[in-house]
């Protein structure tokens, strides 16, 4: 199915849907949820996707696993999407939390082929075959850390908020302490309860982050630069040692392993 609303097929009785959507750039999905779990991976693009507890950056190439009824914010970035919905009862072992992975090309082209289904597609045969082994194939991924948790507290949350919209390598533990009116001690003691990471370490994680969208229109001398850091090496040293992998794999021109061209 592609380009179709949800709510127009969720009651049909399937327990995975697939549907791909094409989205127009900066294209944003405000706050929503959906009564049976989400695999959401972009074919193209990157989407940053925000719930209460966190956000996740979604690389190419990437998917996100969002549990059922978990409220999320969805910005798009040049993405055409490849969703399953997924009734929960199907998936008892479905992250808790949203979750990124990779998406090997296995598990791409069975997405590629199962959003071309009709709704009611059989379930003997082929087609209920290649939906029965997408969850299989996704139950198989490991977590990548493309994510940043968000305070539970309101006035931690709104400074966090602020820097994944704008980071700033200038910003230190004594701005935020001040902004939230606690001395630096009990800021960073507070905040490490509520994140599981120190102030520091946090912007630095969520500034890595921000190159991941900026990586698919400049150089990686030009997003190290314009984040902060002194020197291109430096960059993709502190890039590759959180990622795993260096920013030049996120280019806009570096090729995904075992990617083909593709239509819409």
């Not at 990779?102 to 045969?125: I, N, Q, W």
């Not at 949350?157 to 200038?170: K, S």
Request: with cysteine; hydrophobic share 40%.
């Amino acid at each position: 199915m592609k380009n179709m609303s949800l709510d127009e097929v969720d009651q049909v009785d399937r327990a995975v849907l697939p549907i791909g959507t094409d989205y127009p750039p900066g294209h944003v999905l405000d706050w929503h949820q959906h009564r049976r779990a989400q695999f959401l991976y972009g074919a193209t693009g990157v989407m940053v996707v925000d719930t209460a507890d966190g956000s996740w950056t979604v690389p190419p190439e990437r998917a996100v696993l969002i549990p059922p009824t978990t409220r999320h914010h969805v910005r798009m970035l040049g993405v055409s999407t490849r969703s399953l919905y997924i009734e929960p009862e199907a998936v008892p072992w479905w992250p808790d939390t949203c979750t990124i992975v990779d998406v090997p090309p296995l598990l791409r082209e069975l997405l590629l082929t199962a959003v071309e289904f009709d709704a009611d597609y059989a379930l003997s045969g082929r087609e209920g075959h290649i939906t029965a082994l997408l969850l299989h194939e996704i139950a198989e991924q490991s977590p990548l850390p493309f994510h940043v948790a968000i305070p539970t507290s309101a006035d931690l949350a709104a400074v966090c908020r602020g820097y994944l919209a704008a980071p700033d390598a200038g910003v230190t533990n004594t701005h935020w302490a001040t902004r939230t009116r606690m001395s630096e001690r009990a800021f960073s003691r507070r905040f490490r309860s509520e994140t599981g990471d120190s102030p520091a370490v946090w912007r630095a994680r969520a500034r890595l982050l921000a190159a991941v969208p900026l990586l698919r229109t400049a150089s990686v001398s030009e997003v190290g630069s314009r984040l902060g850091y002194s020197s291109p090496a430096a960059f993709t040293a502190a890039f590759t040692r959180t990622f795993g992998a260096p920013p030049s794999r996120f280019a806009a021109h570096h090729p995904s392993p075992g990617s083909r061209p593709r239509t819409s």
